[in-house]
């Protein structure tokens, strides 16, 4: 398993912008894809955006598609979560995670989480 550590969480105010970071501890040229979820006080974890590690290529969930953007750097083993415009409803603890093809990500790596909090 690949260990992952999240940073980059904090308090902004509604339309304010946070940059999640995500360093996996060794390469993850096994991991398949790369993703961020998130889960707040009384709701079930949920899928924010994920990216293919070859090949770049990303998902979002319909409630951050414009406003949030995944993007990775192999070189420093990163993958980053920009959050741009952040909303009240976007407070929650986000979660960095990796799987390999064919696994779900409930099976694959997960870190620590780190708390967002948007004020309004």
């Known amino acids: 398993q690949v260990q992952l550590v999240e940073s980059g969480g904090g308090l902004v105010q509604a339309g304010g912008s946070l940059r999640l970071s995500c360093v996996a501890s060794?390469?993850?040229?096994?991991?398949?894809?790369m993703g961020w979820f998130r889960q707040a006080p009384g709701k079930e974890r949920e899928h924010v955006a994920s990216i293919n590690w070859s090949t770049g290529s990303t998902s979002y969930s319909d409630s951050v598609k414009g406003r949030f953007t995944i993007s990775r750097d192999k070189a420093e083993n990163t993958v980053y979560l920009q959050m741009n415009s952040l909303k009240p409803e976007d407070t929650a603890v986000y979660y960095c995670?990796?799987?390999?093809?064919?696994?779900?990500?409930?099976?694959?790596?997960w870190g620590q989480g780190t708390q967002v909090t948007v004020s309004s």
């Open positions: 060794r390469r993850t040229f096994s991991s398949y894809a």
């Open positions: 995670a990796g799987r390999g093809a064919g696994i779900p990500w409930d099976r694959g790596s």
